[in-house]
């Protein structure tokens, strides 16, 4: 089995991190590949950055000429799944969707952990589309930008301050809400005491399901095949 896991920004350093998480989670026989794409901002923190980055992921998708049998989508509260599941013939799994479905097995109500405060509607938005906001206690970001993430000591000391908040409006499970907290569960599940899912291992677990039944996007309605016209992409 071959899965794509595009990052929704440009940094490199990004995607190789997301891989690591992606892979650790595969099961034997699933080949993992990264997909950074070309164009667009360096990381997605608001509504500007989504929408190019929903863009530019489209593109690399477009273009990709790869082996694949899935697609995860890491951009957590990122635009473009929905597109995506129209362009391509195969399953699409949004880390969003995937982590909060996951939640959902685990306890009433879930939490979501992000980053700076500007997601927190754009991730809630998107959990309302996917129809699992109901479920969702709270949004709440830590104040660390997606870039310095790499502080590892600062981001679980800060995850574990904005996890509390989540846990105190009635979360029972928390939810890495962004794609560069992939690995962060192992080292604050235990002080925590909650589950903690991880977007990029429930995408990577959920596409492989997938896969193996035979499913894939149903082309009766919503995310029926693109209409056959004239496009230009960027300056092409």
């Known amino acids: 089995m071959r899965i794509v896991v595009t990052n ?3 940094t490199q350093e990004m995607t190789e991190e997301i891989l690591r998480g992606a892979r650790a989670a595969a099961g034997p026989g699933t080949t993992v590949t990264g997909l950074t794409p070309a164009w667009g901002p360096e990381s997605a923190e608001g509504w500007l950055d989504s929408y190019l980055s929903a863009a530019a992921v489209l593109d690399a998708l477009r273009t990709y000429e790869g082996p694949c049998d899935a697609v995860v989508m890491a951009g957590f509260g990122e635009h473009g799944r929905e597109g ?3 362009l391509l013939d195969v399953p699409v799994v949004d880390i969003t969707e995937a982590a909060a479905h996951l939640a959902c097995l ?3 109500r879930y939490g979501v952990v992000t980053t700076l405060e500007r997601s927190c509607g754009q991730i809630e938005d998107s959990l309302y589309t996917a129809g699992v906001l109901q479920n969702c206690a709270a949004v709440v970001g830590t104040g660390i ?3 310095d993430l ?3 000591a600062r981001t679980e000391e800060a995850f574990v301050t904005a996890a509390e908040r989540a846990r105190a409006a009635g979360a029972e499970v928390l939810v890495l809400g ?3 907290m992939t690995g962060l569960q192992r080292a604050v599940g235990e002080k925590l005491g909650l589950p903690v899912v991880d977007g990029v291992a429930a995408a990577v677990k959920l596409a492989e399901s997938l896969v193996s039944l035979g499913l894939s996007t149903s082309r009766a309605g919503s995310w029926a095949r693109p209409l056959p016209k004239r496009r230009v992409w960027g300056r092409g």
């Open 8 to 10: 929704c920004n440009t």
């Open 84 to 86: 995506a599941r129209e």
């Open 106 to 108: 685990l306890g009433r």
């Open 145 to 147: 930008g997606v870039l």
């Open 150 to 152: 790499g502080d590892t």
């Open 178 to 180: 962004c794609a560069g």
